[in-house]
T-cell receptor
């Protein structure tokens, strides 16, 4: 089983739609969770950290479910500029304090 | 402006040659990381360093070497022993400490070996 698993997509949605991505992680001891965004042929950029109580940043909402070991990202009112690959990131191997990246979910927002 | 720089953006080498990729940061971060990304795949950790003069192997260290002589710099050498060196190489940095902190990435170097 992979440490971090994501549906690769692509998710094709119209502008203005609400879209949700889920991600599961295998290490129940993980403490830090993030969502990154990666545009085609560019570096990943931090979108938001994910806190136990859930958090929101504008149109983006992240949730953490520790019991089921999954993280979600909800994007409301999708824009064309939201088209990218979204990476779920976890500190899977806590002994080495490094992050483990999922392979990403591709989102394509269409006009 | 604070940030991470990587050079060059594109690099072409012949098989059998060693090549060194540069990574510099002025974020005053203690920890630095090297990842490799292949098309359609996630990032895989090559090496990381939590402090100057110390570094550890990641998941795919074979065929690579690093040094960390200065806090700002973490160069990666891709040696001729690396069997499939063509990839997108990403350097990142973060704070270091007892927790795990978000990482910030440089723009990457695309290496092509023929």
């Amino acid at each position: 089983r992979k440490e971090v698993e994501q549906d690769p997509g692509p998710f094709n949605v119209p502008e203005g739609a609400t879209v949700a991505f889920n991600c599961t992680y295998s290490n129940s001891a993980s403490q830090s969770f993030f969502w990154y965004r990666q545009d085609c042929r560019k570096e990943p950029k931090l979108l938001m950290s994910v806190y136990s109580s859930g958090n929101e940043d504008g149109r983006f909402t992240a949730q953490l479910n520790r019991a089921s070991q999954y993280i979600s990202l909800l994007i409301r009112d999708s824009k064309l500029s939201d088209s990218a690959t979204y990476l779920c990131v976890v500190n899977g191997n806590t002994g080495r304090r490094a992050l483990t990246f999922g392979s990403g979910t591709r989102l394509q927002v269409q006009p | 402006d604070g940030g991470i720089t990587q050079s060059p953006k594109y690099l072409f080498r012949k098989e059998g040659q060693n090549v060194t990729l540069s990574c510099e940061q002025n974020l005053n971060h203690d920890a630095m990381y090297w990842y490799r990304q292949d098309p359609g795949q996630g990032l895989r950790l090559i090496y990381y360093s939590q402090i100057v003069n110390d570094f550890q192997k990641g998941d795919i260290a074979e065929g690579y070497s690093v040094s960390r002589e200065k806090k700002e710099s973490f160069p990666l050498t891709v040696t001729s022993a690396q069997k499939n060196p063509t990839a997108f190489y990403l350097c990142a940095s973060s704070m270091a400490g007892t927790g795990t902190y978000e990482q910030y990435f440089g723009p990457g170097t695309r290496l092509t070996v023929t």
